[in-house]
């Protein structure tokens, strides 16, 4: 069994496109999204169509909740650019687009082999709003994963590609496929890699492996997407991919 991970996508179809692309390469079984696939960046609606169209199950995030509740960002961010960038991908998503979000899991739970599982989410097992980090202390993680355990627990959430031990489970954060950060923000504005993330579990007799990957991007590609859009965000973009 090989399940590929992909996570915050932001309404970035080029960088989906290339991540989808190196992931058949692979052969993989299955295909999961780990959530905020629709917000931020300039293309939502064909970000939707991908998923769809790749058939891939989804889980729900912070962003997607706030693409179904127009106000719930208001409690997350008071950064005008941001909510006024929510706002213009909702209004280019149509009613069918949000249903397909609105059937996003919360969490989700995968047998990859005999007595190996994965288990998904977005943020934390409770809220989708919860950063773990490489640095989130052991103390803390017990804390966020009470009443939950597995061989491999990933979400996405802070951007941050990660792979740590915790107790025996390995934690996973496949990292971004749209905005990839090159460190942790908390609130701050970003500086954006200039690749696409993924990560790869496989199980296979009773042995299980992580792999996270990079995959390159074409900078002039991503700023005339971001040029040709009218996303709240687009200056922002466009200077991030200079």
Not at 41 to 69: K, Q, T, Y
Not at 83 to 88: F, G, L, M, P, R
Request: glycine letters at 6%; hydrophobic letters at 45%; one cysteine or more.
């Amino acid at each position: 069994m090989r399940v590929a991970l992909i996570s915050d996508i932001h309404a970035n179809e080029i960088a989906l496109r290339a991540v989808l692309a190196d992931i058949a390469r692979m052969r993989v079984d299955q295909i999961i999204c780990l959530g905020d696939v629709a917000t931020l960046g300039p293309r939502p609606r064909a970000v939707i169509e991908i998923l769809r169209e790749c058939n891939c199950a989804c889980i729900m995030g912070n962003h997607d909740e706030f693409l179904l509740d127009p106000e719930l960002i208001h409690t997350y961010s008071k950064q005008q650019p941001v909510i006024d960038a929510v706002e213009w991908c909702r209004s280019e998503l149509g009613s069918e687009d949000l249903d397909f979000v609105r059937d996003f899991e919360r969490t989700r739970r995968i047998v990859l082999d005999e007595g190996l599982t994965l288990f998904l989410f977005h943020g934390s097992p409770r809220s989708n709003l919860v950063d773990i980090l490489a640095t989130t202390t052991a103390d803390h993680l017990d804390d966020i994963l009470v009443g939950h355990n597995a061989t491999v627990m990933a979400g996405g959430h802070t951007h941050i590609q990660m792979l740590r031990q915790h107790r025996g489970t390995l934690m996973v954060n496949p990292g971004s496929v749209g905005l990839p950060f090159k460190e942790y923000v908390r609130g701050r504005t970003p500086t954006v890699l200039p690749h696409a993330e993924y990560a790869t579990v496989e199980a296979n007799d009773g042995r299980v492996s992580v792999s996270l990957h990079r995959v390159p991007l074409e900078l002039r590609a991503l700023r005339e997407a971001a040029q040709m859009s009218a996303v709240p965000l687009r200056a922002l973009l466009m200077q991030q991919y200079n």
